[in-house]
C-alpha cells in the first residue's frame, strides 16, 4: 500500500512550517530564539509541538510507538486534517457508513468534498461489500464508527477487516466509544494494515471533553503528514500537562466505565419496564438509543422537565429514536421517574 501516492500534490510536495521549538529540541540554559517573553509566568514558552512526553505516556497505555500518535484539538481535528491531506476539493470523495457521527459530513462538506453515505442494514449492522461497492477511482478515505454513534453498536469485526484489506485509500475507525465495549480496538492492527487510521479521544470515558484532546494512531507515514498539516503548537501546554496528569489516574478511568456500564444495565432494565417503549437496541457505549412513539413530543416534555436527551428523529434509520447518555445514578433514576409519569 503506497500512502504517497494517494496524498494530494500540494501536501506531498508540502514544506512544512519549522518552528523554533522544531529546529532546536533538547536542554539549554539560555533561549533567545523564539522571541518569547523571558519573564516566566509560567506560561511564557512555546509548548513542544509534537508533544513528545504526552505521546510517551500514551504510547506506553496503548502499547503502540509514539510516532505511530497524532495528538489534536479533540479527535475532530484529525478528522479535518486527513480530508485535507488526501481529499482534492470538487475532485476526490469520501465514503462514510449512515447513521454515524455528524462531523465527517460538516468537515466533507467545509473542504468541498462529496461524501457518499452508505446505509447500514436495519438492525446497524454493517455490509463491506455495499461501503465497498461504494468506492471508485476518487474515494481517498473511508470512515467507520465502532461502537457507531448514534446507534450504540460495535460493526463486525470481519466485515471492517474486508473493507481496509480491501481498499486503496484510507480507512479511519473511529473508537470514541472503545473504552465502553468488550470487542478489542483496531490499534493491534496498526502494523497490519498502512491504511488504517484510528482515532480515540479523552472525551468520553477519561472525562475531558472540555480539555479538547484527541487522539489519532496510524503508520509512521500518515502521522508524518498530520503533522506536517496541524497547526504547529495545535496543544497548548496548559493541555498537555493536564493530560498527562490524568493519565497517571488509569484506574479511575476504569472504575467510571465501570460504573457507566452498571448504570447503563440499570437505565435498559427500567426502560424495558415502560410499557410504551418500542425498542431499546442495544449499546456497546456509554448512551442508549431508544425508539418511542413521538420522539419530537416525549423530547420537549422532558426538556420541560429541565431533562435533556439527544433527538435523532430525524437521522437515518433511528426515527423516533431518542440517544440517552448514562449518566450517574441520581440523574438515571431522574430521567426515569419522569420518563414514567409522562
Ligand atoms: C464524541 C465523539 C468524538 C469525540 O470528539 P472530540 O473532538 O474528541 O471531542 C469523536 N467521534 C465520535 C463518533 C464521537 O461520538
Redesign the pocket.
Known sequence: MDITSIVRKNIRELKPYSCARNEFKGEASVYLDANENPMNAPYNRYPDPLQGELKAKIAKIKSVRASQIMLGV???EPIDLLIRIFCEPRADNIVAIDPT?G?YQVCADINDVAYRKVLLNEDFSLDADLVLAATDAHTKLIFL?SPN?PTGNSLDREEIRKIISGFKGIVIV?E??IDFSLEPSWLTELDTYLNLVV?Q?F??AWGL?SV?C?MAFASEEVIGYLNNVKYPYNLNLLTQEFVSEQLDHESRKSEWVKMLLEQRTFLQEQLETISWIEKIYPSDANFLLVKVPDANLIYNQLVDKGIIVRNRNKISLCLGCLRITVGTEVENVTFINELKQL
Open positions: 479533540g479527535s475532530d457521527y462531523m464508527c454513534n473511529d470514541a466509544y482515532l479521544t472525551s468520553k471533553a479538547r484527541g
